[in-house]
T-cell receptor
Framework: KQEVTQIPAALSVPEGENLVLNCSFT??????LQWFRQDPGKGLTSLLL?????REQTSGRLNASLDKSSGRSTLYIAASQPGDSATYLC???????????FGDGTTLTVKP | EAQVTQNPRYLITVTGKKLTVTCSQN?????MSWYRQDPGLGLRQIYY???????DKGDVPEGYKVSRKEKRNFPLILESPSPNQTSLYFC??????????????FGPGTRLTVL
């Protein structure tokens, strides 16, 4: 059974700092890995999707990498802003295309 | 506008009273899923569907039923709800083409309380 772990569980940084969120998974037979953002009491907003054949994806200040062989992904946030404060979730798709497993998330607080 | 809609958004019910939470997507996606989110347990997949009439269990299917009679709709049925099914429920959909699954799009969530 796939297990997804996110470290740290919580992170507090001053505005402007660059930061890295980590996601690890136990089964490398994946279709893709997706990073989401969730604001308190809200739904999930997709940030980045990395297919299993890809190594990284970038969108604005966000960069996500995938190392399937080691079962790890990182989400890099550059020049953090208070508006980035939210819970960040990673989700792994596999071993079949319908199955999806989420990590417990990292709650990020960016202080002005 | 491309979207996943869920109804109702909030529901308070009593133990044993059958209920259905509807989910609809307008993106012609093949894949649809139901998740529940609980404090300390994260998001867990209940059921998923690969296309019309094709469904499979996720990690926590006990106490739930689903059906996929139309491509756009994927209702979640609780035939005899119990208090431990009190949770925040999300529906999601994604496309599948050429062996690749694309971004999962999530609905706004349904907050269910079973008394």
């Amino acid at each position: 059974k796939q297990e997804v772990t996110q470290i740290p569980a919580a992170l507090s940084v001053p505005e402007g700092e660059n930061l890295v969120l980590n996601c690890s998974f136990t089964d490398s037979a994946i279709y893709n890995l997706q990073w989401f953002r969730q604001d308190p009491g809200k739904g999930l907003t997709s940030l980045l999707l990395i297919q299993s054949s890809q190594r990284e994806q970038t969108s604005g200040r966000l960069n996500a990498s995938l190392d399937k062989s080691s079962g790890r992904s990182t989400l890099y946030i550059a020049a953090s802003q208070p508006g980035d404060s939210a819970t960040y979730l990673c989700a792994v798709r596999g071993p079949n295309a319908g199955k999806s497993t989420f990590g417990d998330g990292t709650t990020l607080t960016v202080k002005p | 506008e491309a979207q996943v809609t869920q109804n109702p958004r909030y529901l308070i019910t009593v133990t044993g009273k059958k209920l259905t939470v509807t989910c609809s997507q307008n993106m012609n996606h093949e894949y649809m899923s139901w998740y529940r989110q609980d404090p300390g347990l994260g998001l867990r997949q209940i059921y998923y569907s690969m296309n019309v009439e094709v469904t499979d269990k996720g990690d926590v299917p006990e106490g739930y039923k689903v059906s996929r009679k139309e491509k756009r709709n994927f209702p979640l049925i609780l035939e005899s709800p119990s208090p431990n099914q009190t949770s925040l429920y999300f529906c999601a959909s994604s496309s599948y083409s050429g062996g690749l699954t694309d971004t999962q799009y999530f609905g706004p969530g349904t907050r269910l309380t079973v008394l």
